[in-house]
């Protein structure tokens, strides 16, 4: 028999055998953790059950940081008007924000609502086209009809300038991170402590540096608007073709250049939703700013909603959905029109320099009229009350929704079948759970889809949270996160797949999104306890709401995003539609839908917080409670704690490529 015969192919089994088990786990990297991690749980549970038998974390490694946290803010009051750090820079940075923002809303003052109304509209129709303006038309009449053009034209001073701060801010960000591996690496928790830590956590060290007003807004703004703008910058530049850029690179084009030429324009669409998020996370804020002495809209609803008045409160949101629609929608349109044509099938009057003259004209001529009519500000005989209709309308739902329907029952029992079947079985399952099993979990969780470094942060995460002394309450916040989100997962993609496939479909949802999207999050929560009572049920149904749009935003991109020439090569080898979808689309689309589930864990963790308000408890609770009394330790440790959680989550989700080979 020749040696040929005899000889075992490399990949074959008898190939593995010779090289020994350790080499064939090597090649088998997924069975040779699972071997290690069961091997791991094998010695370890034992072993920590004997020493803490309890499930709860033990009291004894836990650290109380009350005591440093009371002197830190007794140290800040004590220092904001002398300490160099306030006077020489915190206070110059205060200063800047202030006169920006109050000479954009005296600009708007002296403009009057015919001339602001005026000159969006030239602006938008120069921009965007005739249907843009007449869409910033309306919307901005209708803010004056609602009887909200002073409150709009101080949320628009204030949003004006702090989306220009977060799109500035995030997109140096996401151009440090998209063109590094190392700063991506970096940056990641940062985005991730930026985005998650909750607005109420973090309202209260800002409003102890800066004090009550609009500086202190402006910064919570910036920090909650501004990571959806990295995100998506870093996903853009980080994605771009490959064979453009070698492309680019054989003609001898400098770094610079093949930024400019290539990265950032094969990354357009990333930064165009990137500024959509913006602008939309940045509006979702008014309503929380005005907690800590931003006017405006926000204050308006806050106010309504403290006095349970629905109408008086949705009066208020309208106007500040209608300005996200506006901004998006003008923003986007004209992002497309960038290094096309498209400006030159407008009216003459309207292109070139000549155009934006004939805007400024028009603008300071209707501006005019208007202050010559004496009608600086909207005329109140304008109005139209809508209050009534809407509270009537609320008390109309409550009354034929909340139980007694035939069939499918009330409201009122969904809300306890979902807390009986879901939330009180995964509450109470985290709970009974010791907690050595949940950080083995953890960490199995997030080495079988990463590396060891992954599940390295994991487990420190979910183990400050039981070093903070805040264990159960976190497990209670936990479960309503993961039931929230899981439905937000199956609608989201689900609706975002149809949406891909169908334009029509998608412009038609579109301005659903939009509204859902920037309406504030505090408006749904009178409804949504109207219809299914106080509890963790009410908080966990908002959360869906309010997480929803981003996520089927990001779904359809991605899938719209995937390579032609794949779906038609598969579409050529006789693959049905679904097979298409199944075995090209969402493969390929891999990175979007990891950035959707990330944002869905950002968004539901931001509103279950806000549930705190509405009997949601746990870690809201505490955050809601320690921004109301002015006590930093408890609500900073329950901010924290959030933090933990959603970068335990995201670390468990967002899969951590491993390094292999040069220039990996």
Request: aromatic share 6%.
């Amino acid at each position: 028999m020749s040696s040929a015969a005899t000889t075992t192919p490399p990949g074959s089994l008898g190939a593995a055998t010779a090289d020994g088990p350790l080499a064939a786990l090597r090649r088998h990297r997924g069975l040779g953790k699972i071997l290690l991690l069961a091997v791991a749980a094998a010695v370890l549970v034992p072993l920590l059950h004997a020493q803490w038998s309890g499930g709860l974390w033990p009291t004894g490694l836990t650290v109380d940081v009350s005591g440093p946290l009371g002197k830190t803010s007794d140290w800040i009051i004590d220092n904001r008007d002398s300490h160099p750090l306030f006077v020489y820079f915190l206070g110059h940075l205060s200063n800047a924000v202030v006169i920006s923002v109050r000479g954009v809303y005296l600009l708007l003052l002296a403009l009057g609502w015919m001339g602001v109304t005026a000159g969006v509209t030239l602006v938008a129709w120069r921009v965007a086209g005739l249907r843009i303006a007449a869409t910033a038309l309306i919307s901005f009449l209708v803010s004056g009809a609602l009887g909200m053009w002073v409150p709009t034209m101080q949320t628009l001073a204030l949003m004006i300038v702090a989306v220009l701060a977060s799109v500035v801010v995030g997109a140096l960000l996401g151009l440090a991170a998209g063109l590094s591996d190392r700063t991506f690496r970096l940056l990641r928790p940062v985005l991730d402590t930026m985005q998650v830590l909750p607005a109420f956590a973090y309202l209260l060290p800002v409003v102890l540096v800066f004090g009550i007003g609009v500086p202190a807004a402006l910064l919570a703004t910036v920090v909650y608007a501004a990571p959806p703008m990295a995100r998506l910058t870093a996903l853009g530049l980080r994605g771009a073709d490959a064979g453009v850029l070698e492309a680019v690179a054989s003609l001898g084009a400098t770094g610079r250049q093949r930024l400019l030429t290539a990265r950032l324009p094969l990354a357009r669409k990333e930064l165009l939703l990137g500024l959509n998020q913006t602008i939309m996370m940045a509006l979702s804020m008014a309503v929380i700013a005005s907690m800590i002495g931003a006017a405006g809209l926000g204050d308006r609803v806050y106010q309504a909603l403290a006095s349970v008045d629905v109408g008086s409160a949705l009066a208020a949101a309208v106007p500040i959905v209608l300005l996200a629609i506006v901004m998006d929608r003008t923003t986007a349109a004209a992002g497309e029109r960038l290094g096309s044509d498209a400006q030159a099938s407008g009216p003459a009057l309207l292109r070139g320099r000549r155009g934006w003259a004939g805007v400024a004209v028009a603008t300071v001529v209707l501006t005019a009229v208007g202050r010559l009519a004496g009608s600086e500000v909207w005329p109140t005989g304008w109005t139209v009350a809508i209050a009534r209709p809407v509270n009537d309308f609320k008390e109309w739902m409550v009354d034929h929704l909340y139980s007694g329907v035939p069939v499918v029952g009330g409201t009122a029992d969904w809300a306890a079948h979902f807390t009986d079947w879901v939330l009180n079985p995964l509450r109470d399952g985290l709970t009974a759970l010791p907690w050595y099993a949940t950080l083995l979990i953890v960490a199995a969780l997030a080495w079988l889809i990463g590396t060891w470094r992954t599940a390295l942060t994991a487990v420190l995460a979910m183990a400050a949270i039981g070093v903070l002394g805040v264990w159960k309450p976190s497990m209670n916040t936990l479960s309503q996160v993961l039931a929230a989100l899981v439905v937000t997962l199956v609608i989201g993609v689900g609706v975002g797949i149809l949406a891909a496939g169908s334009k029509r479909f998608e412009a038609i949802l579109r301005p659903v999104l939009d509204v859902m999207q920037t309406m504030p999050q505090f408006v749904y929560l009178i409804p949504v306890v109207a219809l299914f009572a106080v509890g963790r049920a009410p908080a966990a149904a908002a959360a869906v709401v309010y997480a929803l749009p981003a996520v089927i935003r990001i779904t359809t991109q991605g899938l719209r995003q995937v390579d032609p020439a794949a779906m038609e090569s598969a579409t050529s080898l006789g693959a049905t539609r679904w097979q298409i979808l199944r075995q090209v689309q969402l493969p390929l689309a891999r990175p979007a839908l990891l950035l959707a589930v990330n944002q869905g864990v950002v968004l539901v963790l931001a509103v279950v917080i806000i549930g705190g308000l509405v009997g949601g408890g746990a870690l809201g609770y505490d955050v809601v409670t320690g921004l109301a009394t002015g006590d930093l330790a408890l609500g900073l440790v329950a901010g924290v704690a959030i933090v933990c959680l959603g970068l335990m989550l995201d670390r468990v989700t967002q899969p951590t490529e491993r390094r292999t080979g040069k220039g990996a």
